[in-house]
């Protein structure tokens, strides 16, 4: 309205100061100017009030879209910073992933390595049993058994085969199965020789010098490792005598059989597993 107002008097100026008497034709054509300058007055005042309200509603779209943009920045660098934390964290999983595969197949090379040697022994563990069999057939009705446990032949000999009652001389009977048996070790060079003595529960009474059942455990043993040695030539260095006495029974009933099953010289045989051995302790 202040720019309508201000263009009228400006006019009305310019009327006044070129004529002091108009026309009725020129007052008229005034006033018609007047009015269609009016109009366009009104119209530009709408125009800038609608270039008023769209500046507003541009600024405040402005501020909305910087808003979202700084939101999505922030949810951007967030989201930034957790791909570089989970891609660290790959990174060093991955590391750990490669590294436990190759400790895994070299673990798996190494037990391939303790089960062949394994599955070595085992053939040879059968193998010895069925030639120990074959040499021992006679002596198998006297109470002789050969069996495996735990990977070692066992080569177990009722004490009526070797001794005496109450004795550690070994008799007649006795020598010829230790000679079998000892044509057996002397092929067989890589095996370990362990001679274990056992009695039955019952005291030992009026045996001289032999105290009780350790002492006729063990000198039964070292009965067997001295004829081995000293008659049937076995190298010394592969045997190991041990005294059991009444507690590692066969048998632990309270009967006459049991006791009978319990006196016995059971001859250990170990194939030598030094390949074996120094896979375990790598």
């Not at 895994?104 to 053939?123: G, N, Q, S, T």
Request: glycine content about 2%; proline content about 2%; overall charge positive.
């Amino acid at each position: 309205m202040k720019i309508k107002y201000c263009l009228f008097a400006v006019f009305l100026c310019l009327a006044l100061h070129s004529c002091v008497v108009m026309s009725p034709k020129k007052y008229k054509a005034l006033v018609a100017d007047r009015d269609s300058l009016s109009k366009r007055t009104n119209a530009l005042e709408d125009t800038v009030a609608k270039l008023r309200a769209d500046t507003m509603r541009l600024h405040r779209e402005l501020k909305d879209l910087q808003d979202a943009y700084n939101a999505l920045n922030a949810n951007y660098n967030a989201l930034n910073d957790k791909y570089s934390s989970l891609n660290s964290n790959f990174n060093a999983s991955s590391s750990k992933v490669n590294t436990l595969s190759s400790d895994l197949k070299k673990r798996e090379a190494r037990l391939k390595e303790v089960e062949d040697a394994l599955h070595k022994r085992d053939e040879a563990t059968s193998a010895l049993k069925d030639k120990l069999q074959q040499a021992l057939l006679g002596f198998q009705q006297s109470g002789l058994t050969v069996d495996i446990r735990n990977g070692k032949v066992y080569v177990s000999l009722a004490d009526k085969l070797l001794f005496p009652s109450g004795s550690i001389v070994i008799d007649a009977n006795g020598k010829k199965a230790l000679e079998q048996l000892a044509i057996v070790l002397n092929k067989e060079t890589d095996i370990n020789i362990a001679v274990e003595g056992h009695t039955d529960d019952k005291k030992v009474i009026n045996l001289g010098q032999i105290k009780d059942n350790w002492d006729l455990s063990v000198l039964r043993a070292t009965s067997v490792c001295r004829y081995l040695t000293e008659v049937e030539k076995v190298d010394p260095h592969r045997l190991t005598a041990t005294g059991k006495s009444e507690f590692q029974p066969i048998d632990p009933a309270n009967t006459t059989e049991a006791r009978t099953r319990n006196r016995r010289i059971e001859i250990v045989l170990t194939p030598k597993l030094d390949e074996l051995y120094n896979l375990i302790k790598q």
